[in-house]
């Protein structure tokens, strides 16, 4: 009878020792989903607010070079006597190269957008995720089964981590070949 009672005192000690760790754990885990979404939605603002601001300025920075381009080959001509189509053809090429580059720039741009939404997807995923994982471990009846969950959630995060840094990478790719094929396509400067 003492050795049953034991026996039960053990099993008790072993469940509530699983079931607090548990409760940690899922506080824990709401804790650092809470702060892993609010960081993503900042990160992702702030990254939003960078490449609104940069294309903005660059932009400015293209219209800029253009006038001054356009006003450096009027003084030039001026200046060397170069008149009608040289002059014409070599304000036209300057103005092309800052297109292109800012068609390039503006793709890259679009392409950083994307891939920071990528990353807020992965965090918001993550975080349901971690919820549901944690939802499972309350339902664990033994230690044991709680440490098979806790390597099934670690294995899930690094499973997750892998594709989105591999589907980053292929973005990261496609974006620079973007980038480099409309950069090739502007027309050079007749030789």
Known sequence: MAARQTEQSGTEVERDTVRRATDQAARSARVMSDEAQRTARTGADAAQRNSERFLNSWRSGADAANQIAGRSM????????????????????????????????????????????????????????????????????????????????????FEAGLQTMRKASERSTQVADEAARKMSEAPLAPQ
């Open 74 to 157: 009027a003084k030039w001509t001026e200046m060397f006597g170069v008149t009608g189509d040289s002059a014409r053809q070599a304000v036209q090429q300057s103005s092309s190269n800052v297109q292109a580059m800012f068609d390039t720039t503006t793709l890259i741009a679009d392409g950083l957008q994307d891939l920071s939404g990528e990353w807020v997807n992965f965090v918001q995923t993550r975080a349901e995720r971690n919820l549901e994982h944690f939802d499972k471990l309350m339902r664990c009846r033994s230690f044991q089964e709680w440490m098979a969950s806790q390597t099934e959630i670690a294995r899930d995060h």
